[in-house]
């Protein structure tokens, strides 16, 4: 459902560190009001790469895991 906006998210936070910090402290207020499901949406807050990947049909590049998916899993900051 949310393919091209869960991809814009990935980027957007390994890009914006203010929007990463949103993300991690907010969880899905930071995502309101974009097209993505409630399972998505908690995909990325907790950066189950399986979930994202099997969603986007691809692998996740290494600089979205480093610097996302990673730190939100083991709830670090970058």
Excluded: C
Aim: a negative charge; zero cysteines; aromatic letters at 6%.
């Amino acid at each position: 459902m949310g393919t091209k906006a869960m991809l814009e998210v990935l980027e957007r936070a390994a890009d914006d560190i203010t929007f990463y910090n949103q993300l991690h402290e907010k969880g899905s207020a930071a995502l309101e009001g974009l097209d993505l499901t409630t399972e998505e949406k908690a995909a990325l807050i907790s950066g189950d790469q399986r979930f994202i990947e099997s969603r986007i049909g691809r692998k996740i590049d290494k600089r979205i895991e480093e610097k996302v998916l990673t730190p939100l899993l083991s709830r670090e900051r970058w």
